[in-house]
């Protein structure tokens, strides 16, 4: 939801400036995740996946995606995103199974795609290799075993092995050491042999051996560690072995002593661990920790091993894509992901691309059973292309779901076709998505782009931060604390969840989401809602009435002329925001452009202009002022909430059909005027002063005290002299005189000094009971300020705080110690004074 919305700020943006905007939808099969969660669900209902047939299970599948499907478009649909319905693609429809067999074809034939014998990262329970990035490493605690290789000779001792994996004893071949270790120096060359099996091991040197771990020697188990295959492959001597564990991760093999045979790993580690503390041959074992693979996808501890899988060469691919980030022609948003990315790029593995499910694209191979060679096209061959025998057998795996949906940017435009969409769409402008699929999804379709188009997928790439509940955790459904898109929608509006998705956090960063960030955003649109519904009945009607930027005359009212230049100005910042990929930003500026400055300030001084009680040209310009500021600003605010401002901006004299389809308007509509913005600083200064004064001194509502005030030079004072009506009607002020530089201060009357001068409020008559309550809050003023300074004390909080919160509380301190102060002189006064006639 967030990922879209920011994608649809984009959008209808683009599509209001006239620029052909296109937001192709689609779903991806993610293959063994999908096959994963179909088969939990199976077996929850108490079914056995294994029993189920092919086509059978492809049926659970099928109907699990329909309906997946249904509720994805359905959330899509709910939060109003501009998505053409019309080009939905899914990567397994007939166009995307053609730009897969297309896509592969064309890498083997460029000899970037391989077959080859490598240390795979094996998922037992899903008996499936997965690649790298489907691995996550955590830190845990296992049993680190200490064992005895006894010398074959009988000579007494043996060698100590340290393993986390005892269970794999049987397919060793060998037992290293470093060739520098004096410890060893009379073992190599000598046998020993392998505990609880009646198989001799030669002792080797070599120099991957780290001599630092456990005692020094290492068992060589070449088919289920890569270091121990690289060592077995330096030395040629050793026997190579035969597979120790199935597909299931049981042991197997004729290696493997007949009462192990058949165990899975877990109760053969058990098992062996048991009886070789009754043979003699444990030595210790001690607690360990260690980081442990696992699989993201059954959460399976990962078996490395040795099995035969198709990859891609990565290396070439990743050249052109590391070269258009270095030189700006893909720009990633933010761009402190670049580091990441360059790092990743260029320490870049072979991608293992097969995959032993079901659920996903075949790879477009057969093995001709009678001479044995590959036949690899993009239609399924009918004959061995080598000797043209029809005894073909397909390659049984699948491909990633990744090596589809790396093809996105062209194969959803139609290619291998050449469609007028892939003409017309690509290289397309703007991917929006999460970091953690940088290098799953971003970095490959970088060079699938380059690779099968010569261009860039895109320009740009805009990663939205992780979404955390109000307790700072990640959102995810096992803690239940995130909510349904479409139960929020209903609940909330579209539009609130939209905005609050934006707002306050920045999108590009992990923010908190929750009741929170929805009640402001629902207290924002309420404000907007309200703005246009007590405007709508003074502004001007008929087509074409704001079709137009008000005409300002010589002499038109301080708060027009300063609403439009402050227009122009949040108009400017929120179009810059945009470009930049800042949308966070954007929607600050205009929640505070109409929260503060429309509808706080211009509402509020221009009202009674509005409501005609300063003439008929007066009320006309405010209204068409207003008028044009909330139309332009609707649009501004249009691709962030699309529902509430196409039904506002009905309401609104205006011309076209739909909001949608406005064109975005341009800032340079109107016109500058930063004197105007200069003025209404010093109206808008005197008015915060005087209504301070008014606070503190506890004036009643419906009091109407003095004030005078003496302006800081005669520039202000002239301003402030012409705005005199609206300021003393905004702070209810009754009488509001001018003083000259060199006048004393009015007696009694408390003060307050800015820039703009100094400003005076006319104190109320106390009695006995506001003294009281001066009182209370003398005390309440202590207390606070005790428990500031109390914090400021403790060293751990200046430690932890940000410099900001520390200055904050710093300038709480002193604010409180100045009213505090302040209460204290007026108290005296007061009580000097008490006995004075009033
Ligand atoms: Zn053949």
């Given at each position: 939801m967030l990922g879209d919305t920011v994608m649809d700020v984009l959008a209808r943006q683009h599509r209001m400036q006239g620029v052909a905007t296109l937001w192709v939808p689609g779903l991806d099969h993610a293959g063994l995740a999908t096959q994963v969660v179909v088969r939990n669900y199976v077996e929850k209902q108490?079914?056995?996946?294994?029993?189920?047939?092919r086509p059978e299970a492809l049926a659970e599948i099928g109907r699990w995606k329909e309906e997946r499907e249904r509720h994805i478009r359905a959330q899509a649909e709910a939060g109003g995103f501009s998505i053409d319905w019309s080009r939905y693609r899914y990567t397994m429809d007939a166009a995307s199974v053609r730009a897969t067999r297309e896509a592969f074809v064309a890498l083997h034939r460029a000899g970037l795609i391989y077959r080859g014998e490598r240390i795979v990262n094996w998922d037992p329970p899903m008996r499936t290799a997965i690649s790298d990035l489907e691995v996550e490493h955590r830190e845990e605690e296992t049993d680190l075993v200490f064992l005895r290789y006894p010398w074959a000779d009988g000579t007494p001792g043996g060698l100590e092995i340290a393993t986390v994996r005892p269970e794999t004893i049987f397919g060793d071949v060998a037992v290293a050491v470093h060739p520098e270790d004096d410890r060893y120096r009379d073992a190599v060359g000598r046998t020993v042999q392998v505990p609880l099996s009646d198989r001799l091991v030669p002792v080797i040197a070599d120099p991957a051996v780290d001599a630092h771990f456990g005692a020094g020697a290492l068992k060589i188990t070449p088919r289920h560690d890569p270091v121990d295959r690289e060592i077995f492959l330096r030395h040629p001597q050793l026997t190579a072995p035969p597979e120790l564990f199935d597909e299931s991760a049981r042991l197997i093999g004729d290696w493997v002593p007949p009462a192990y045979r058949g165990l899975d790993r877990a109760a053969a580690r058990a098992a062996v661990t048991r009886d070789l503390a009754a043979g003699g041959f444990l030595v210790r074992t001690e607690r360990y920790r260690h980081s442990v693979a696992r699989s993201t996808r059954s959460d399976a501890v990962i078996e490395p091993r040795l099995s035969t899988q198709w990859f891609v060469k990565m290396a070439p691919l990743a050249v052109p894509a590391v070269a258009a980030v270095r030189q700006g022609e893909v720009r990633l948003h933010p761009a402190r992901w670049e580091l990441t990315f360059y790092r990743w790029m260029e320490g870049i593995q072979d991608w293992c691309i097969s995959r032993q499910v079901f659920w996903g694209h075949p790879i477009p191979v057969a093995v001709c059973r009678a001479c044995g060679a590959d036949t690899v096209s993009v239609d399924p061959p009918a004959?061995?292309?080598?000797?043209?025998?029809?005894e073909l057998r397909p390659d049984p795996d699948v491909l990633d779901t990744w090596f589809t949906s790396?093809?996105?940017?062209f194969a959803a435009l139609g290619w291998p076709e050449p469609t007028a969409d892939l003409a017309h769409y690509y290289p397309t402008s703007v991917l929006v998505t999460g970091r953690d699929i940088m290098f799953f999804w971003v970095a490959r379709m970088m060079m699938a782009g380059y690779f099968f188009r010569g261009a860039r997928p895109f320009s740009d790439v805009y990663f939205t931060g992780m979404l955390r509940d109000e307790e700072w955790r990640k959102l995810s459904k096992s803690l239940g604390n995130s909510p349904d898109p479409l139960e929020l929608i209903r609940a909330r509006g579209a539009d609130t969840m939209r905005f609050a998705l934006l707002f306050p956090n920045p999108a590009e960063e992990d923010g908190a989401f929750g009741d929170a960030s929805l009640d402001g955003a629902r207290n924002f649109l309420t404000k907007v809602w309200n703005l246009v519904r007590f405007a709508v009945p003074h502004l001007p009607t008929g087509p074409g009435a704001l079709a137009a930027p008000p005409r300002i005359e010589r002499g038109a009212a301080l708060e027009s002329r300063w609403l439009l230049a402050r227009y122009r100005r949040a108009a400017e910042d929120v179009d810059r925001a945009l470009a930049a990929f800042e949308p966070s930003r954007a929607a600050a500026l205009l929640h505070g452009f109409v929260w503060h400055d429309v509808a706080d300030r211009y509402v509020e001084i221009a009202k009674d202009a509005l409501a005609g009680r300063r003439g008929e040209p007066a009320r006309r310009e405010a209204a068409a002022v207003l008028g044009f500021v909330l139309e332009r600003t609707l649009r501004r605010l249009h691709p962030f909430v699309p529902h509430v401002t196409e039904e506002l901006w009905h309401a609104l004299p205006h011309d076209g059909d739909l909001l949608a389809v406005a064109a975005w308007p341009s800032p340079a509509e109107a016109p500058p005027d930063p004197e105007a913005e200069l003025e209404m600083e010093a109206v808008l200064d005197a008015i915060r002063l005087l209504r301070n004064l008014r606070a503190e001194a506890k004036v009643p509502a419906a009091a109407t005290p003095s004030a005078w005030i003496r302006p800081a030079g005669p520039e202000v004072a002239r301003v402030l002299e012409r705005e005199a009506p609206a300021i003393r009607r905004l702070t209810r002020v009754g009488a509001l005189a001018f003083l000259p530089a060199d006048a004393p201060a009015p007696p009694g009357a408390g003060s307050r000094v800015a820039p703009l001068g100094e400003c005076y409020l006319e104190r109320p008559a106390e009695g006995p009971a506001a003294r009281a309550g001066l009182e209370r809050e003398r005390e309440r003023l202590a207390e606070l300020l005790a428990k500031t300074r109390g914090r400021l004390a403790d060293a751990g909080f200046r430690a932890r705080a940000p410099p900001d919160v520390v200055a904050e509380a710093e300038a709480k301190v002193r604010d409180l110690t100045e009213r505090i102060r302040r209460i204290d002189d007026h108290l005296k006064a007061d009580g000097s004074g008490a006995a004075e006639p009033a």
């Open positions: 108490g079914r056995r996946w294994d029993d189920l047939s004959a061995c292309a080598h000797c043209g025998s029809t790396w093809l996105w940017p």
